[in-house]
């Protein structure tokens, strides 16, 4: 079983529309989770922590189980620049971090 | 952004050169990685430093040897590559108490013939 579950899409949604993402994780023992997104050809960047209560950034809302192992990120009204590769990440032991492979979103006109 | 900065951005090169990819974090991080990614993967995390002292080697071939001379600089150094090599170079730094706030540099692009 991959440490970090995702759907790899593409995820094809028109502009405005409200997408959601789903991840699950292995490592019972994780204690802290990320959302980064990597456009074509870039860097991974964080774009969201992910707490137990859930946690929202503007149109962008987290949530997390841990009973069921289990991250999610909504993306509400999407936009056009929201189009890119959504990577669920997990802690390991030290400094580790695990990645999903990511989950590819195109924000189609 | 110049926080974490690679060159070279794209190198192709034989199996039988030895080349040397560099990492400079403008950050004052004390922590530095080194990661791997290839197509349809996970990154791959290959190397961690910190306070310039290797923390982490996640069982990665000999061909592959990073050095850290100050905590501002990561290398790594190839040679005999394999064509499954080919792959994007990803450096990453964070403060050595928040580990998990990690930044990455634009990633080198390697290409093994």
């Known amino acids: 079983r991959k440490e970090v579950e995702q759907d790899p899409g593409p995820f094809n949604v028109p502009e405005g529309a409200t997408v959601a993402f789903n991840c699950t994780y292995s490592n019972s023992a994780s204690q802290s989770f990320f959302w980064y997104r990597q456009d074509c050809r870039k860097e991974p960047k964080l774009l969201m922590s992910?707490?137990?209560s859930g946690n929202e950034d503007g149109r962008f809302t987290a949530q997390l189980n841990r009973a069921s192992q289990y991250i999610s990120l909504l993306i509400r009204d999407s936009k056009l620049s929201d189009s890119a590769t959504y990577l669920c990440v997990v802690t390991g032991g030290g400094n580790k971090l695990t990645f999903g492979t990511g989950t590819q979103l195109k924000v189609e006109l | 952004e110049t926080g974490v900065t690679q060159t070279p951005r794209h190198l192709v090169m034989g199996m039988t050169n030895k080349k040397s990819l560099k990492c400079e974090q403008h950050l004052g991080h004390n922590a530095m990685y080194w990661y791997k990614q290839s197509a349809k993967k996970p990154l791959e995390l290959m190397f961690v430093y910190s306070l310039e002292e290797r923390v982490e080697n996640n069982s990665v071939p000999s061909r592959f040897s990073p050095e850290c001379p100050n905590s501002s600089h990561l290398f790594l150094h190839l040679h005999t590559l394999q064509p499954e090599d080919s792959a994007l170079y990803l450096c990453?730094?964070?403060?050595?108490?928040?580990?998990?706030?990690?930044?990455f540099g634009p990633g080198t692009r390697l290409t093994v013939t």
């Open positions: 990453a730094s964070s403060p050595s108490d928040s580990p998990y706030e990690q930044y």
């Open positions: 992910v707490y137990s």
